[in-house]
């Protein structure tokens, strides 16, 4: 693994269902970071965690939950997917919360 | 609230240069990024300002006045390969990044 990696990279997913998004990444940063990027809107922060053991609330977190066991995993959870929920999900990290972050590839949800 | 503008498209020849503008609105300031944005990619890092003054780096430079509110990116020589979308980023005072809808900007021969 180099950098971050992001899974599934596409899904279909029926309203009402569970999902999880992965996103790992192997540069030991301590920030961790979900996004979501819609149609003419700018990246739209969901969750965010500044070190392993804690997580905080983005602009838009409502529908979706997080959890940070370790430095490297970064789990977003939508408990009961909606349509709004379809988009493009981009995980990033930074070495911490001042520092650049960088992205993994992305994951493309489409909710029905 | 905060705001970040940017024109939503520009269009450049091959081998010129494009300026792409950045107004930003926020909660403090803690810095100013910009990224790159390939159709059907992550963003990349290009340049990251803090303080007044330009940055430059290779063909891309960006330029940023905290008095105004203001930044541009700057690319020289054009290449078909810097068609892509540019994303204006300012980090605020929680050091959470603000993001601008991003310009697309389409080089044509």
């Known amino acids: 693994i180099a950098g971050i990696t992001q899974a599934p990279t596409s899904q279909i997913l029926a309203a009402g269902r569970r999902m999880t998004l992965r996103c790992t990444q192997d540069?030991?940063?301590?920030?961790m970071y979900w996004y979501r990027q819609d149609l003419g809107l700018g990246l739209r922060l969901i969750h965010y965690s500044n070190t392993a053991g804690t997580t905080g609330k983005g602009e838009v977190p409502d529908g979706y939950s997080v959890s940070r066991a370790n430095t490297d995993d970064f789990p977003l959870t939508l408990a009961s997917a909606v349509p709004s929920q379809t988009s493009v999900y981009f995980c990033?990290?930074?070495?911490?919360?001042?520092?650049?972050?960088?992205f993994g590839p992305g994951t493309r949800l489409t909710v029905l | 609230g905060q705001n970040i503008d940017q024109p939503t498209e520009m269009t450049a020849t091959e081998g010129a240069i494009v300026q792409i503008n950045c107004t930003y609105q926020t909660s403090g300031f803690n810095g100013l990024f910009w990224y790159q944005q390939h159709a059907g990619e992550a963003p990349t890092f290009l340049s990251y300002n803090v303080l007044d003054g330009l940055e430059e780096k290779g063909r891309f430079s960006s330029f940023l006045s905290r008095s105004k509110g203001y930044s541009y990116l700057l690319l020289k020589e054009l290449q078909m390969k810097d068609s892509a979308s540019y994303l204006c980023a300012v980090r605020d005072s929680n050091y959470q990044l603000i993001w601008g809808a991003g310009t697309k900007l389409i080089i044509k021969p």
């Open positions: 540069m030991r940063h301590n920030a």
């Open positions: 990033a990290s930074s070495d911490n919360e001042a520092d650049t972050q960088y």
